[in-house]
Nanobody
């Protein structure tokens, strides 16, 4: 069974950078769609970025385009989210997730498509 563990969250000042990681165990991510979501206090979980593992195709929410970058490292079965130019409104718990079924890149943003979720890592951006 695939398990996901996020790490790398923390406190950073506005304008700073942070990289969060998602390590998978149980099997490789090959063939999966992978995504990053976030949930701020009192708000619904929202899509941040996604990647089709084998093809490397990526998709971003408009709110993070140009600031965040999703990437992968096959040998380590690890996915990253590099976050630059962070804003206070980026403060949230960040979750990684795996969709076990092959779908097109446009499906990456739908949380309901994901089968497995990590426990989340807190990112706090101070103003």
């Amino acid at each position: 069974q695939v398990q996901l563990v996020e790490s790398g969250g923390g406190l950073v000042q506005a304008g700073g950078s942070l990289r969060v990681s998602c390590v998978g165990s149980g099997r490789t991510f090959s063939g999966y769609n992978m995504g990053w979501f976030r949930q701020a206090a009192g708000k619904e979980r929202e899509f941040v970025a996604g990647i089709i593992w084998t093809a490397g195709s990526t998709y971003y929410a408009d709110s993070v385009k140009g600031r965040f970058s999703i990437s992968k490292e096959n040998a380590k079965n690890t996915m990253y989210l590099q976050m630059n130019s962070l804003k206070p409104e980026d403060t949230a718990v960040y979750y990684c997730a795996a969709d076990l079924n092959p779908r097109p890149v446009t499906s990456l943003q739908a949380a309901s498509n994901y089968d497995i979720w990590g426990q989340g890592t807190q990112v706090t951006v101070s103003s």
